[in-house]
């Protein structure tokens, strides 16, 4: 940090006042350079810095002067940006969808720097990290959603895993494929590489991360030895923390890699004052080096994301992981998947809609609930024979726990019904759901499963 910007945060408290002038004022100027768009947003920093990086704007805005804060913030909008297709023009006062991907590009790094994450250049980049960040108007939170990097999906017509459009396609393909698996609209589109983390993490004096599964982590690919607890790591060992695949599964590296961005949240967040803008100012010029953003996004509309976000905290972002569950190989020599499970569905749903209660599923770290581990059974009440085992099995498709069929004791017609414990009320009304509201939620005494009783009118949407 030179002793000019230094001295640039001296100047008199008047010229540091007024950031919502600011924000207003620049939502009327967007840059000279580009067609103007009804676009709103700011690039994300991802492999989970994203969010740093719009804090980092959000504390800078609000410490500089008016004229000198817009013309910093424009020249870091401007790096790394480049045409994206298929991405859908934002709405004021409408929700956003960004999608942060982390690429494993070594683009940047030195021979000593590869060596030291015990990697070596390859050509190529995939991605190590997806996610979709659903900012809410009005709103001082978001929703941050981690897709599995093995989810199934269709990239290009078949079959595949969503990464793969990535690989294949490069950030085009990768968009058109999360809104088909999501059903979500995308937005905006940030990545970051390897480079780009490391030196984030280092400039930041690295962060605080947790081992909490109990016992040491050992992954030699990924150069992770962690012992049970919390300790300081730099952007090497950090890096290893949220790459390693060999410890456990797709869905315990994603619970590392959220732990590492409420971290880089609570450090950011620490050097939220005066003293700390020269670092922050550091960090966000190592950051937008290494960061590639869609090229719709302008100036004024970073800096109105970054007014709406400038509350955000660790608390204040609802981290989830899209449902699915890992199964293996269809086949013998076939690839193994993760597969959505019913109630992705609803969340996705839920957030296309912008809903202000979001279902509980897709929670990390095992919490909420799934269908996948409630119990159903499935009788037939229609008289048709085979209806139960027929309806089992698209519910198993869909990845319902059926624990069993038979006959119901009084037939029921038409109708079906859906009985259920009070323990497994929450349960119920999610299966309803997937059901498409069709069947007739009753209560029952007691029960340890739910017990879905079909009629003749029986249809699985």
């Not at 600011?22 to 009327?28: D, I, P, R, S, V």
């Not at 905006?188 to 390897?194: L, M, R, S, T, V």
């Amino acid at each position: 940090m030179t002793d000019r910007r230094a001295t640039t945060f001296q100047g008199s408290s008047d010229r540091w006042a007024n950031l919502e002038a600011l924000g207003a004022a620049a939502g009327q100027r967007p840059r000279p350079s580009k067609p103007k768009r009804s676009m709103s947003s700011r690039r994300r920093r991802n492999l989970l810095r994203t969010l740093a990086i719009v804090l980092t704007l959000v504390v800078v805005l609000a410490g500089a002067g008016a004229v000198w804060a817009y013309r910093y913030a424009d020249r870091l909008v401007g790096k790394g940006q480049r045409p994206v297709a298929g991405l859908t023009p934002a709405v004021a006062g409408r929700p956003m969808n960004i999608l942060l991907v982390g690429s494993d590009s070594r683009a940047g790094l030195s021979r000593r720097q590869l060596g030291r994450i015990q990697t070596v250049e390859v050509a190529g980049r995939r991605t190590d990290t997806i996610m979709v960040l659903h900012v809410s108007p009005g709103r001082d939170k978001a929703v941050m959603v981690s897709l599995p990097r093995d989810l199934r999906s269709t990239v290009n017509g078949k079959a595949n895993k969503i990464n793969a459009a990535f690989a294949f396609g490069g950030p085009d393909l990768l968009v058109k494929t999360v809104e088909e698996t999501t059903g979500l609209t995308i937005n905006h589109y940030a990545e970051i590489d390897f480079a780009g983390f490391l030196n984030v993490v280092d400039a930041l004096g690295g962060v605080t991360l947790c081992n909490r599964s109990g016992h040491r982590l050992d992954d030699s690919y990924a150069n992770l030895h962690m012992d049970p607890g919390c300790q300081k790591m730099n952007g090497v060992k950090a890096l290893a923390f949220v790459r390693a695949r060999h410890v456990d599964s797709d869905f315990g590296r994603i619970g590392r890699q959220q732990e590492f961005m409420r971290a880089v949240m609570a450090e950011v967040a620490s050097r939220g004052n005066l003293a700390g803008l020269p670092e922050l100012l550091d960090v966000a010029d190592i950051a937008t080096d290494h960061i590639k953003t869609d090229d719709a996004l302008s100036t004024g509309t970073a800096i109105g994301l970054a007014r709406r976000l400038r509350k955000l905290d660790p608390g204040s972002l609802d981290m989830r992981v899209y449902p699915s569950v890992a199964s293996p190989p269809r086949c013998a020599g076939c690839a193994a998947f993760v597969d959505p499970l019913p109630e992705a569905a609803i969340l996705m749903r839920a957030l296309a809609r912008d809903a202000a209660t979001l279902p509980p599923v897709g929670l990390p770290g095992g919490k909420g609930i799934s269908l996948a581990t409630t119990p159903v059974t499935v009788l037939n009440g229609s008289g048709v024979e085979g209806a139960a085992a027929r309806a089992a099995a698209d519910l198993r498709r869909l990845g319902v726990r059926v624990v069993g069929t038979g006959n119901a004791a009084t037939p029921t017609g038409a109708a079906s019904t859906l009985a259920y414990p009070p323990a497994l009320a929450r349960q119920a009304r999610l299966l309803a759901s997937v059901l498409g509201g069709k069947v007739k939620l009753v209560k029952a005494s007691d029960g340890a499963s739910l017990t879905l009783t079909v009629g003749s009118g029986f249809r699985l949407r």
